[in-house]
């Protein structure tokens, strides 16, 4: 029993290496895009009810943006969309938002430094908070 156990470890080892592959290789990429009903939504909402979505997902990761100055898709990453929200105290967030509606929110700031993309905003999805356009009472 004892040689049958020394004979498959090292077999086990070397079969965990599997075939290997350059490590310099990119990870392979899916390219089936699986996007939720939220997601998709995000893209069909106006500036007011997107920037208050964003504004929601990052006050429930416990962070703070007190105004929503501007949003902005950004990109797919890793089968996620990448969003972007500027507050009104200049802090720029980045938001994963994956097809399982999770929401990881980091600074912009620090994207790059750790080889996330850059918060960039794609062209044709930039807003703002939306309140510009909205009918205000005005009792008099």
Same mark, same amino acid.
């Given at each position: ?25 990119? *990870? ?88 996330? *993309?850059?918060?960039?905003?794609? *062209? ?17």
């Amino acid at each position: 029993m004892m040689r049958f156990a020394a004979l498959m470890i090292p077999a086990a080892m070397l079969a965990a290496c599997g075939s290997g592959g350059s490590p310099t290789e990119p *990870p392979l990429q899916n390219d089936i895009m699986v996007r939720s009903n939220a997601q998709q939504k995000l893209f069909e909402l106006n500036d007011l009810d997107r920037a208050i979505a964003l504004k929601r997902a990052i006050a429930d990761q416990g962070l703070r943006c007190s105004q929503i100055v501007s949003t902005g898709y950004v990109t797919r990453f890793r089968d996620m969309d990448m969003w972007t929200a500027t507050c009104s105290d200049d802090r720029q967030w980045a938001l994963f938002i994956g097809a399982n509606d999770s929401v990881q929110v980091r600074l912009c700031f620090d994207n790059e430094k750790v080889g996330l *993309p850059a918060c960039t905003v794609q *062209p044709g999805t930039e807003g703002g908070t939306g309140l510009e356009n909205m009918v205000t009472n005005k009792a008099g």
